[in-house]
């Protein structure tokens, strides 16, 4: 079985200080990982994914994810953050690269920059 | 990127009615969707996985009878909360993906 774990509820940044959200995962065989984000009462917004190749992923906004096999993190991070980067964030998985596959998401850390 | 539309945004429904809400993907074909619930402060739990032409896949715990799934065309998936209770507000989000799962913009239901 798949899973997630993202460690902290919440990480608080001052702006224009980089940022680093942390997951780590659990899967058989190879992951597939994704980082969403997510706005009071919005649906999720895609950020970047990790399915194979260079182990640094960049995204949307200026955000990154490394990927490192040995242990078995994904972190999200960004150089630089903004005010407007406060939102909820959510670490995901899924257990074969097929539009059938389940995605199963972290607990979710809330990021909050402070001015 | 690839959009989902979910519908209603927001619904407010009497104790003992159903609840239909909808989700279609605009722009591709999803032979599969994915149904999410997310209470308060809290993560997304998987309620179902929508498998167009066929029965839905439920997640362990979640009452089939109550949250009815169906998925008649590649392109919509709906939702319908049965007799609905109080403990079932909250928040309903459906994706469809293709490599990565795009999401609708949720739906917040509160039972009065």
């Known amino acids: 079985a798949q899973s997630v774990a993202q460690p902290e509820d919440q990480v608080n940044v001052a702006e224009g200080n980089p940022l680093t959200v942390k997951c780590t995962y659990s899967v058989s065989g190879n992951p597939y990982l994704f980082w969403y984000v997510q706005y009071p009462n919005r649906g999720l917004q895609f950020l970047l994914k990790y399915i194979t190749g260079d182990n640094l992923v960049k995204g949307s906004y200026g955000f990154e994810a490394e990927f490192n096999k040995s242990q078995t993190s994904f972190h999200l991070k960004k150089p630089s953050a903004l005010v407007s980067d406060s939102a909820l964030y959510f670490c995901?998985?899924?257990?074969?690269?097929?539009?059938?596959?389940?995605?199963?998401f972290g607990s979710g850390t809330r990021l909050s920059i402070r001015p | 990127g690839a959009v989902v539309s979910q519908h209603p945004s927001r619904v407010i429904c009497k104790s003992g009615t159903s609840v239909k809400i909808e989700c279609r993907s605009l722009d591709f074909q999803a032979t599969t969707m994915f149904w999410y619930r997310q209470f308060p402060k809290q993560s997304l739990m998987l309620m179902a996985t929508?498998?167009?032409?066929?029965?839905?896949?439920?997640e362990q715990g979640v009452e089939k009878d109550k949250f009815l799934i169906n998925h008649a065309s590649l392109t919509l998936s709906t939702l319908t909360v049965t007799s609905a209770h109080p403990e079932d507000s909250s928040f309903y989000i459906c994706?469809?993906?293709?490599?990565?799962?795009?999401f609708g913009q949720g739906t917040r239901l509160t039972v009065v």
């Open positions: 995901a998985v899924r257990g074969t690269y097929s539009s059938a596959s389940k995605i199963i």
């Open positions: 929508s498998n167009e032409g066929s029965k839905a896949t439920y």
């Open positions: 994706s469809a993906s293709s490599t990565e799962a795009f």
